[in-house]
């Protein structure tokens, strides 16, 4: 079992920065493909971020290619995703996912959320 829990969410002007971190419980954490999905209001989630297991992979949606980057340290258990000139429409609820071989769009794990709101 893998349990996940957010944090660095919160409000930030467009064109600013946040920095999200996931820490992972569980033993076979660096062994997992990991991931960040995003839900806005009206809408369904969405994946915005991969990586494996080693961190060596990753791998983004195109409308924060450039502008996020998604990292890991196994040592500490946890995911990060920095995300940098941001736009209103990156305001959502930001979900950690962990994944068992593959990270697919549905994965095994996820955390509680966290909520990024961008001003314009």
């Known amino acids: 079992q893998v349990q996940l829990v957010e944090s660095g969410g919160g409000l930030a002007q467009a064109g600013g920065s946040l920095r999200l971190s996931c820490a992972a419980s569980?033993?076979?954490?660096?062994?997992?493909?990991m991931g960040w999905f995003r839900q806005a209001p009206g809408k369904e989630r969405e994946f915005v971020a991969g990586?494996?297991?080693?961190?060596?992979?990753?791998w983004y949606s195109d409308s924060v290619k450039g502008r996020f980057t998604i990292s890991r340290d196994n040592a500490k258990n946890t995911i990060y995703l920095q995300m940098s000139s941001l736009k209103p429409e990156d305001t959502a609820v930001y979900y950690c996912?962990?994944?068992?071989?593959?990270?697919?769009?549905?994965?095994?794990?996820w955390g509680q959320g966290t909520q990024v709101t961008v001003s314009s």
């Open positions: 996912a962990a994944d068992k071989v593959v990270l697919t769009t549905n994965p095994a794990y």
């Open positions: 569980g033993r076979t954490f660096s062994s997992y493909p």
């Open positions: 990586i494996n297991w080693s961190g060596g992979r990753t």
